[in-house]
């Protein structure tokens, strides 16, 4: 029986060095019947003539070159030219493992889900195992609302990367990647996603190996990028208290975790830019009015703590974020 096809989105930007191995990651997995578009956005390395050689020697492969507009305007490219009946993602320094859209379209179609979430190995930029085999585990099938619930009020900060996942065309080709948001769109558009599934696959299963790199937005000193993810949760909240209320409560809560874990670097917010005041103003606001019972069970024990720190005393929570960073710098280095 013939596979149904799988288009693979991944954006590339200046990944000359990474490119070609994560491309014949691709092309080396056990599931055959696979479309590789690889996004070229506007790389100023010789990213665009790896992408034109890979797409030359393997059918699989196919390139679309466009002007820099972002890894969200990448994204949106390729889920606009991606003709498989499932879609999947990959970054272009990260790689799957051979067993990857096999063992995920197997457990998703097994399940009758329309979407699934699978864990993934975590390596060092400069420690990476370029041999790592997929780790099979267990599964749960969580419905629209407990999906959903998940990933508004999880504990866990992993596992909202669109590329441990893979879901139905039909659920996901029409949504978009939203543009100019550095941190927190992969989050957004897996909420818009799980909001369409009917049922999706929570996998224990190993099948991608991230690359954590210095360089990368989520991983680099904290900035003004880091902001948009509040700008983003806002709107977010807005859109399911405005078409999905019964979720209202859950989107507050998510709210509470993302402030909570920007205000952590509020000595950045000292600055004279008209939008950061604004934006801690907002944060600040929030975080000490009276908070939701039903909140604090989804928060950590230290999220708790910060919460109540910030209540009694914002400088007071303004000193110990100080010293906690400085503490933690003094241990990474």
Sequence with gaps: MTQPLISVIVPVYNAADSLEFTVKALTRQTYRNLEILLIDDGSADDSPKICDRLASSDNQV??????NAGVSAARNTGLAAASGEYIGFCDADDYPCPTMFERL?????????DGIHSAFFKQYEGKTDFSVEGQQGTVEVKSRDESVKWILTKKSDGGTAVWCHLFKSCVIKELSFPVGIAIGEDKRFLIDAFLRCGKVAFYSGKEYVYIVRKSSVVHSSYGIKHLSSIIITDETTEMIQREY???SDYSVVNTYKVYLSNIRNINHFDTDDAEVKEIYKRIVGFLKQKT???VRQYLSSRMRFELSLIKLSVPLFKSYAYFKEKAGGAIKS
Excluded: A, D, L
């Design 62 to 67: 196919k390139v679309i070159h466009q002007s």
């Design 245 to 247: 209320p019964e979720y």
């Design 105 to 113: 379209y197997s457990v998703m179609t097994q399940n009758g889900c």
């Design 292 to 294: 939701p019972r039903y």
